[in-house]
């Protein structure tokens, strides 16, 4: 019978070496650009906190098993608090480095693809009852990643830790997208534009404004990482949990539409999306599997079942799994 590698405990798990990347390309980023930041040192010390409590829950994750359920439950699902905290400190970085914003490429963009501004002429169809639905869409977002990240936490622990590196990942090179092609969206660009007031009921109003006041950073507009981040569930789902699949898909799709007649996102920027969801997902699963064989090359190899923490073991696929059969939908 074929033993399990037990982790290192020397070894960084890869989620957390990829939020240690992150944060020190923007740390790096704030040191450069600190003669144009408002507040350099709170921008520093906000990063030098993240980063204390990176290595706090690295050093947590090398001692699993020997930390209670909720502890383990925390390291796992972390990113769901440090990725949203990470992302509101792009709006200074974002205008210090590239200035204004850069709708009118945008706007020509979606022009020349659709020969109209897709918010301008979407407004024929605007009725209260449509504007709360796809607002409420809208919202699914901020579940979306964490439907599957539960479903998978009860089925395989291995899958559930690609998928939060995979899903961290594409975040990242959503953001990267921001400062490439800063921008401002359609309910702004095109205010002067938009003959049709959106939100008319006290469910759209309160959806808009509160998203408004929570989000500071507002240069979150190429590409769409609602559509990219959607888009990249499903096709983990796919793969891995088909029932969800099912069951996120037409949630996702009423959220895609959703960023375009909300006018927070120009066509442009949902196709830039899709596309970058096809890439990084297998791009985001390779460079997981590669560290974790590396990973398992290097740790002891046990006598014995060592508890069920998703290290890594090389399938004759030459996946990662966690010594089970492929999971459902593979």
């Not at 992150?22 to 600190?34: F, G, K, Q």
Request: aromatic share 12%; proline share 6%; with cysteine.
């Amino acid at each position: 019978m074929r033993t399990r590698p037990s982790p290192s405990p020397s070894v960084l798990r890869p989620v957390e070496g990829l939020n240690g990347l992150a944060l020190a390309v923007v740390s790096l980023l704030a040191l450069i650009l600190r003669g144009r930041l408002a507040d350099p040192g709170g921008v520093l010390l906000r990063y030098a906190v993240m980063t204390a409590a990176l290595l706090v829950l690295a050093f947590l994750a090398r001692r699993e098993d020997r930390i209670p359920g909720p502890l383990r439950f925390l390291i796992d699902f972390y990113p769901a608090a440090f990725i949203p905290l990470l992302f509101e400190t792009l709006g200074p970085l974002i205008a210090a480095a590239r200035g204004g914003p850069r709708d009118e490429i945008l706007i020509a963009a979606d022009r020349a693809l659709l020969g109209v501004d897709a918010t301008v002429w979407l407004q024929r169809f605007v009725r209260p009852a449509l504007t709360n639905f796809f607002y409420l869409s809208y919202t699914s977002y901020y579940f979306l990643a964490l439907s599957l990240g539960f479903a998978l936490w009860f089925r395989s622990k291995a899958d559930l830790r690609r998928f939060i590196y995979t899903i961290t990942f594409c975040f990242f090179v959503s953001y990267a997208g921001y400062f490439l092609v800063p921008a401002l969206g359609p309910r702004v660009s095109l205010a002067n534009r938009h003959s049709v007031i959106l939100e008319t009921t006290a469910l759209s109003a309160t959806i808009e404004r509160t998203l408004n006041e929570l989000e500071h950073t507002k240069f979150d507009v190429f590409p769409s990482g609602h559509t990219m981040i959607a888009t990249a569930v499903l096709l983990v789902a796919f793969r891995r949990s088909r029932d969800v699949f099912w069951s996120l898909l037409p949630v996702s799709i009423g959220l895609i539409l959703a960023t375009v007649y909300c006018r927070y996102h120009y066509v442009v920027d949902v196709l830039a999306g899709l596309i970058l969801a096809f890439a990084a997902v297998p791009l985001g699963d390779a460079i997981y599997d590669r560290l974790m064989r590396s990973s398992a090359r290097d740790a002891p190899v046990s006598g014995g079942r060592s508890p069920d923490t998703g290290s890594a073991v090389v399938s004759m696929s030459g996946s990662v799994r966690d010594g089970r059969p492929g999971g459902k939908g593979d």
